[in-house]
């Protein structure tokens, strides 16, 4: 099958975002001028080493993109699969000003570098300062670039000095309403890598 975007795909679901999978889901955390925010963008990656960068996308313009356009600083909450459920529920679409800490009942930490939330126990926390929020094509569509200025890591991830991701159970997100949960980790070396 081939469809061009612009004529439409003529499918019962939007095909694109299984096409691009598996995605990481950044967990957003953000303080804005309503209150403390949570939500999942999976629109979402690293991009640079040094300094470290990430960067998210929101379709449209949403309170994570409102409240760090206000502040100029956001969090990304690495999600594990035992925390699968209560990610998907921070994206429902709570009136502005809902904190979905509190709603539900996850539990917050104060950033170290940057005055805004965290996900007290994810695997990982990414503090971010934002560099550039560029307008993508589409309505409120916009790409948040951030530097990450503080890294968290969960003590019982940390094994002979690296950050192991077999000791949680990271989630990802595939198309439509599927996710996965990554089972099997292992190693290739690079070509002329012993
Ligand atoms: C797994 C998952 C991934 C998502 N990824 C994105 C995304 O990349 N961009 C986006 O704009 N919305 C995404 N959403 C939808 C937002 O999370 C949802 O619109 C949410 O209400 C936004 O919250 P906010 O208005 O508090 O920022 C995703 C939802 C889920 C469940």
Redesign the pocket.
């Known amino acids: 099958m081939f469809y061009r975007p612009e004529d439409g795909h003529g499918l019962p679901h939007n095909p694109f975002n299984a096409i691009v999978s598996p995605r990481p889901?950044g967990w957003i955390s953000t303080r804005g001028p309503d209150g403390d925010?949570l939500?999942?963008?999976?629109?979402?990656n690293a991009i640079a080493y040094v300094p470290p960068q990430v960067m998210?996308?929101?379709?449209?313009e949403?309170?994570?993109?409102a409240a760090l356009r206000a502040t100029g600083v956001f969090c990304v909450n690495i999600v594990e699969a035992a925390s699968g459920k209560v990610m998907?529920e921070t994206?429902?679409?709570f009136p502005r000003g809902t904190d979905e800490f509190t709603q539900l009942a996850i539990e917050k930490a104060e950033c170290d570098t940057i005055d805004c939330p965290r996900v007290a126990n994810a695997p990982a926390a990414l503090e971010c300062r934002v560099t550039q929020i560029a307008p993508l094509l589409g309505d409120g569509n916009s790409l948040i670039i951030g530097e990450v200025t503080g890294v968290h890591m969960r003590d019982d991830c940390m094994v002979d000095g690296r950050f192991d991701v077999t000791r949680f159970t990271p989630l990802s997100?595939l198309g439509y309403r599927d996710f996965a949960e990554i089972s099997a980790v292992f190693e290739m070396n690079r070509p002329g890598e012993q």
């Open positions: 889901i925010n939500a999942p963008y999976s629109f979402f998210f996308a929101t379709t449209g949403k309170d994570s993109a998907n994206s429902a679409a997100r």
